[in-house]
T-cell receptor, first 112, second 116 residues
């Protein structure tokens, strides 16, 4: 089942902060975050594992709330280079655990 | 190190023709994924392989689509016959297998396919 991302789109000024949420109706083992710039391939940002929080990229961090089956991506002091579409991908606890299901994406635009 | 390599980068062909997309995963990665991306449907997983064996092909839209991985360094996605609704960007990705829950997927640059 596809995770749901919110908001669908965000427009920021340089230096502002943003939060992107990713929710699933099924129990999750891990959540992956990727960023895709226009015309390019998705690029890995970080992975959140069940029970853990990981900060992995520039001023971008994320959390994983197991009870809510939700992950949030935090972008602080945004830069122009943060613009792009952010995807979360979820892996379930059972079944085909090699499979990653991506959300519909959140488009982020950072303006000068 | 070389990343995931896909070819061709662009393909334009007429409806009914056979299309073959190619992918070379990162050396040592034992998972390979094929995705399709469109504005309407987003990023969809079509099929994935583990150690050259197809594990889940439930995302393959119909019998016109087929995928193979004859060895650890090569995979193909074939569409025969192609239709205009197959127009999309097709990505190949690979990842290491050990502890796959915390292994990132590395994407190739994609093949932009247009069926006229």
């Amino acid at each position: 089942q596809q995770p749901v991302q919110s908001p669908q789109a965000v427009i920021l000024r340089e230096g502002e902060d943003a939060v992107i949420n990713c929710s699933s109706s099924k129990a999750l083992y891990s959540v992956h975050w990727y960023r895709q710039k226009h015309g390019e391939a998705p690029v890995f940002l970080m992975i959140l594992l069940k029970g853990g929080e990981q900060k992995g990229h520039e001023k971008i961090s994320a959390s994983f709330n197991e009870k809510k089956q939700q992950s949030s991506l935090y972008l602080t002091a945004s830069q122009l280079s943060y613009s792009g579409t952010y995807f979360c991908g979820s892996r379930g606890l059972s079944g085909n655990t090699g499979k990653l299901i991506f959300g519909q994406g959140t488009t982020l635009q950072v303006k000068p | 190190d070389a990343g995931v390599i896909q070819s061709p980068r662009h393909e334009v062909t007429e409806m009914g023709q056979e299309v073959t997309l190619r992918c070379k995963p990162i050396s040592g990665h034992d998972y390979l994924f094929w995705y399709r991306q469109t504005m309407m449907r987003g990023l969809e997983l079509l099929i994935y392989f583990n150690n050259n064996v197809p594990i889940d092909d439930s995302g393959m839209p119909e019998d016109r689509f087929s995928a193979k991985m004859p060895n650890a360094s090569f995979s193909t996605l074939k569409i025969q016959p192609s239709e205009p609704r197959d127009s999309a960007v097709y990505f190949c990705a690979s990842s290491g297998g050990q502890g796959f829950h915390n292994q990132p997927q590395h994407f190739g640059d994609g093949t932009r396919l247009s069926i006229l």
